[in-house]
């Protein structure tokens, strides 16, 4: 398929596949007058691309280990990543090091994520508490303008 076409397929832009392309993370065939071609396989590979940057990795983060992303069944990202190696690495060309790359990364993605997850807890509890004080007093007019309703 045509790079519009899978594209669309993987829920991403011709553009951001592009510039996938452009950082290594997929590979496209070419036809003899030049047009990019994409399988089946490479639209597999964009959504789990898709799907690790919006978990929050990086580009870069995903390039690490990206020799493993096509040796993955479609939810076999964290059982390859924590459960160690297992051979599979190597059979993609990735090696143990590479294994042990992607648990790096992922473990420390997992620590910002906690760590962004309790900033907002505590800032999702600082917000509930200005918006809970000036219920509790009759008339009293929040701080950007509008008086409560009781």
């Known amino acids: 398929m045509r790079i519009g076409d899978a594209a669309a397929a993987a829920g991403m832009t011709a553009r951001a596949l592009r510039y996938y392309e452009e950082q290594g993370l997929v590979i496209a065939r070419r036809t003899p007058s030049g047009h990019r071609v994409y399988g089946p396989e490479d639209v597999r590979r964009l959504r789990t691309v898709r799907e690790l940057l919006d978990a929050g990795l990086t580009v870069g983060d995903i390039r690490s280990f990206a020799p493993l992303l096509d040796a993955l069944p479609p939810d076999g990202l964290p059982r390859l990543l924590f459960a160690g190696d297992g051979g599979r690495g190597?059979?993609?060309?990735?090696?143990?090091?590479?294994?042990?790359?992607?648990?790096?990364?992922?473990?420390?993605?997992?620590?910002?994520?906690?760590?962004?997850?309790?900033?907002?807890?505590r800032l999702r509890g600082r917000l509930a508490q200005r918006l809970g004080e000036p219920a509790r007093v009759p008339g009293r007019v929040a701080p950007y303008g509008r008086a409560l309703r009781e």
């Not at 992607?102 to 910002?112: G, K, T």
Request: proline share 3%; charged share 40%.
């Open 90 to 121: 190597a059979a993609v060309g990735g090696g143990p090091e590479c294994c042990r790359t992607a648990e790096e990364v992922a473990r420390r993605r997992l620590a910002d994520l906690d760590a962004r997850i309790e900033r907002l807890t």
